[in-house]
């Protein structure tokens, strides 16, 4: 698996026992390198709970297997230890490197489960590996983001009460609570959709210039911590410098 280190910078690391959840997601290359969001996610929240209650199983897909590294493929195929112990995803019949396959039904985007068990269960951990979108689909409209700090995670709720991730561009993930790149990437990504009423949350924030009450506001220690903001407090966050609860 591709790994680019951005202001995220946690990585999947099987020594850390209490790094027990990750969350991945990556613009398929194939949809332009300009596009290819490398995030770096972690622990569990309410939020990824509710994505991962989502998921559907599937059959591996070429796009699950471009998920993985060519010499992970093949486990793809094999079973849990947990189903079977002699299956060549197991170690030692106890241990276990499987790969799960699953998908979005709302954006029909494919998810690798990946499992680390060390023999005897000392240590025990799942990643979860999947594709950033690039927008929301055709028609619907960003009415809540969702700062999850719990995760490290941007989301959004769609008029519909979807959750999706927010989308993000290759080495410009959002961040809050410090003056940084990742804080003013999310500045700029909140001027584009107070802009549009949350009609866009196209990734590109090049051409975007946040105001400078959401800069101040995202490069700030208050920001930092896990809370939804509906379009009405986005507005007034932009106007004031304030989001009030
Ligand atoms: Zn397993």
Redesign the pocket.
């Known amino acids: 698996m591709t790994y680019q280190p951005g202001e995220l910078n946690l990585t999947y690391d099987p020594q850390r026992g209490w790094f027990n959840f990750v969350l991945y997601s990556e613009t398929p290359k194939l949809w332009g390198s300009a596009l290819n969001a490398t995030q770096q996610l972690r622990n569990s929240s309410r939020y990824t709970q509710e994505w991962i209650g989502r998921l559907q199983d599937t059959e591996p897909t070429p796009l699950h297997m471009a998920l993985v590294s060519n010499n992970e493929a093949p486990r793809l195929w094999s079973?849990?230890?947990?189903?079977d112990p002699e299956?060549p995803?197991?170690i030692a019949g106890d241990g276990?490197?499987?790969l799960?396959t699953f998908y979005d039904p709302l954006t029909w985007m494919p998810v690798v489960k990946q499992?680390y068990?060390t023999v005897s269960g000392n240590i025990e951990e799942w990643t979860y590996w999947t594709f950033s979108p690039l927008s929301l689909p055709e028609g619907q409209v960003l009415e809540r983001l969702i700062i999850d700090q719990d995760a490290g995670v941007m989301w959004l709720r769609n008029d519909r009460g979807e959750l999706h991730f927010l989308p993000e561009k290759t080495g410009e993930g959002y961040n809050v609570g410090y003056g940084g790149g990742g804080p003013g990437k999310f500045a700029a990504m909140i001027e584009k959709i107070v802009a549009s009423d949350g009609h866009d949350v196209t990734p590109d924030t090049s051409q975007v210039t946040a105001n400078r009450h959401l800069n101040d506001w995202t490069s700030s220690p208050v920001s930092n911590r896990t809370r939804e903001l509906s379009l009405a407090q986005l507005r007034t966050l932009r106007t004031t410098g304030t989001a009030p609860a």
Do not use: M
């Open positions: 079973p849990c230890v947990f189903d299956s995803s197991a276990c490197v499987c799960t499992h068990r």
